[in-house]
């Protein structure tokens, strides 16, 4: 029986009877991959919806009441508005949905899904980067595909930090709280009213998490919170933000996640039938697993086969140094009182995941710990996979590399949320009426050679000049707040070009993603970017983690060289990445340049987002892109040779970037101009793109896959075992 849930919406708008539906949807982050909805919400107030970063509590919350008088007599506005809630209503009850039909037997079978991180919306900045904007996507993409997932992770108190960058191009983090009060979160109350709490046990102390809940779609995200009055002030702060460093403090968080992320997950009646980690952070939800079976009656040995059959871990790290681990003398701290109740000694329990290596002392690695503990592993590309089972190979000794069992399924990107509203449009006029059921088959998206160039192009253009009016609109808030320099405001994109060749580069600075890579000949790179009749602007953005100085220091190379007046303002740094940013980005740029030391990304989504989006790909051929990559679909950058000398890999690799850009991108985009006056030879490579990357690299293509062969057969594994 499930237990009773008061379920409280924060807040209630003075919305008008007639639109009063528009409060429901505000709750339920479902409109985020929906841009006519955004738009629908734009069009409530223009300026407060910019101005509360596209929150539409705020916005709701704020408009006047007047003006939603003034939108009940506007019939345009109505008929979108019943369009739309149609759309939601159906969406939510539909039955017929892909996994309902695929796997009719699994249809109550919940999957519960653990994450340190999502990311879903600017406003909501509960992420970092890369690994929350995948599971993100994975939380829209199991709603739109009816998968039974509930999913974890954590309300933060300061979410990711801001960023601003210092005329001496620094990075300074700002910790901004976040106003609960403006989040679609749900609160949740017991039936005595009373807010529901999870604890486990640390040491000396018991911990407590509220939870709270957001609706992703269909899918429910119970997020845990430890700033309350409950637990002292130190593990009031256990919450506060994103990849802590002090292990004594991660260890909490971690154990917060797997152990109170079970514990939740029942407290709300859930009961996940299996459990997916998305990363080692929460590996430790496999012990809790592990000690409850043993608790309600099985062996060691019986409880140890059910977790590894009911498990599936997701590992996104290509460098053992990269990896989540802690000192040993921490986990006796920590787990003393635990490894009893699963029936292990000390010396039998660190043995589950205890490593040496080179580069540290013993370690407890959270990795093994969940490559032990899951019988279903997976990597995020096809090189990703074999990188891991190199690197992973000493766990199985007596299997060679090739029969490691880690398989791959390579990342993919969620549609709605990332095609620019425009693009949409055009592809439901030339794709067909059901194109949004058929992301992920190539054959509709064969059609995309019935759209005219010049529409296509009208829109490449269209989002090109709305990318820059995003970037002016910035620096003119920037400049009015008397917070920069005026060279700043030069480098934060006042001088772009809407006709000329742009290229983006927006990532997370760690070296080894070299943004600095098409600096290093720089007399070269200026020949290209100033050209008088064929000029090349570059758009930088991204975050330092906070903690990483030779990733700031990155930052502040290719700021000095932004600032420098010989690039005639063509080069550009947008402080304060996220989501926002992203979608302007991966939506207005030419191109997408990627530049990571080969093989050490595990995939990169952000240019299967550009992808769709007619953005053309120039990239090492490393993780995705070293599938995606087919010759006429964009350009890669060097070739897969592997280097032990880093300096003549990048050497090599800039070389390649200069002679590509000169010698086939810029011409192409310039000069081979076909009668019209439209570059006939890109919008074929667009178009390229766009049919090849966009079914393959598809969060539909991808959430399948995981449903396919991974939850399926632990499903199906799982229960054989309950039943026995
Ligand atoms: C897509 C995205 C990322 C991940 O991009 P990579 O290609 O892995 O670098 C990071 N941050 C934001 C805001 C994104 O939208």
Redesign the pocket.
């Known amino acids: 029986m499930s237990p009773k849930i008061n379920r409280v919406y924060q807040n209630s708008f003075n919305l008008p009877y007639r639109i009063k539906r528009l409060g429901d949807i505000a709750h339920n982050l479902w409109w985020v991959g929906n841009p006519e909805v955004a738009r629908l919400f734009k069009e409530v107030d223009a300026l407060k919806w910019r101005l509360s970063n596209h929150n539409p509590i705020v916005l709701l919350r704020s408009v006047e009441k007047s003006k939603f008088e003034d939108l009940i007599k506007d019939r345009y506005f109505l008929d979108r508005y019943d369009q739309i809630v149609q759309e939601f209503d159906d969406y939510m009850n539909r039955q017929d949905t892909w996994s309902n039909t695929r796997f009719p037997e699994n249809k109550n079978d919940k999957i519960g899904y653990f994450s340190f991180e999502y990311?879903l919306h600017e406003s909501l900045m509960v992420y970092a980067?890369?690994l929350g904007?995948l599971s993100g996507d994975h939380l829209k993409e199991a709603s739109d595909l009816g998968l039974p997932l509930v999913a974890v992770g954590f309300l933060y108190t300061y979410g990711y930090f801001s960023q601003r960058i210092t005329e001496d191009g620094w990075q300074e983090a700002h910790n901004v709280e976040l106003k609960f009060s403006d989040l679609p979160i749900v609160e949740l109350y017991d039936e005595e009213n009373n807010p529901i709490l999870i604890s486990i046990d640390l040491p000396g102390r018991t911990l407590y998490a509220r939870l709270y809940e957001l609706n992703v779609g269909r899918i429910p995200l119970v997020l845990l919170h430890t700033n309350i009055p409950e637990n002292n002030p130190q593990d009031r702060e256990l919450t506060d933000k994103l990849y802590i460093s002090d292990p004594e403090l991660r260890i909490s968080q971690e154990m917060l996640l797997g152990i109170g992320g079970m514990r939740a997950l029942q407290r709300l009646g859930h009961e996940p039938v299996i459990f997916h980690m998305n990363e080692g952070h929460s590996a430790f939800l496999a012990l809790e697993h592990m000690r409850q079976l043993i608790a309600a009656g099985s062996t060691l040995e019986e409880a140890k086969k059910i977790v590894q059959n009911s498990s599936i871990f997701t590992t996104h790290t290509p460098v053992p140094a990269g990896n989540d681990e802690f000192p040993i003398w921490l986990i006796d701290k920590y787990f003393a009182n635990y490894w009893g109740s699963l029936g292990l000694s000390r010396d039998e329990f660190m043995d589950l995941a205890k490593v040496s290596s080179d580069w540290s002392d013993e370690v407890f690695s959270m990795p093994v710990l969940a490559l032990r503990l899951a019988n279903y592993r997976n990597a995020v590309s096809k090189l990703h996979g074999a990188v891991s089972r190199g690197m992973w190979q000493y766990l199985w000794p007596e299997k060679s590399v090739d029969e490691v069992p880690i398989n791959y399924i390579t990342n993919g990107v969620h549609t709605g949320t990332w095609l620019a509203r425009r693009l949409a449009e055009l592809y439901s006029k030339y794709l067909g009426v059901d194109w949004k059921d058929r992301l992920d088959d190539p054959k509709m998206w064969e059609r995309i050679d019935a759209i005219p160039d010049r529409e296509l192009w009208q829109v490449r253009i269209h989002l090109k000049r709305k990318l820059i009016s995003y970037m002016v609109d910035r620096a003119r808030d920037e400049w009015k707040n008397d917070r920069v320099h005026p060279v700043q405001t030069v480098a934060s994109g006042v001088l772009l070009d809407p006709l000329a060749l742009t290229i983006g580069f927006a990532?997370?600075f760690a070296t080894y993603k070299r943004a600095n890579l098409v600096f290093r000949d720089y007399e070269r790179l200026m020949n290209i970017v100033t050209n008088a009749e064929h000029p090349v602007q570059i758009i930088f953005a991204g975050k330092a983690h906070p903690a990483d100085e030779p990733g700031k220091r990155l930052i502040q190379e290719v700021y000095r060289n932004v600032k420098n007046s010989r690039n005639g303002g063509r080069l550009v740094f947008l402080d304060d990445?996220?989501?926002d940013m992203?979608r302007h980005l991966v939506q207005g740029v030419d191109i997408w340049l990627?530049t990571p030391r080969r093989p050490r990304e595990a995939?990169?989504?952000?240019?299967m987002?550009a992808a769709m989006n007619g953005s053309l790909n120039f990239s090492v051929l490393d993780g995705w892109w070293a599938e995606g990559y087919n010759g006429k679909n964009g350009w890669a950058i060097g070739d897969d040779t592997q280097y032990d000398n880093l300096d003549l890999q990048d050497e090599a690799d800039a070389i390649s970037l200069y002679e590509t850009l000169e010698n086939e991108i810029v011409p192409l985009y310039y000069t081979k101009r076909s009668a019209d006056g439209l570059p006939g030879d890109w919008i074929e490579c667009v178009k390229a793109s766009i049919r090849t990357v966009s079914p393959a690299f598809s969060m539909t293509r991808m959430v399948k896959e995981y449903a396919t062969e991974l939850y399926d057969p632990a499903l199906t594994a799982a229960k054989g075992l309950k039943a026995k």
């Open positions: 990311g980067g890369g904007i990532r997370r990445y996220d989501m992203a990627n995939s990169g989504t952000s240019g987002k």
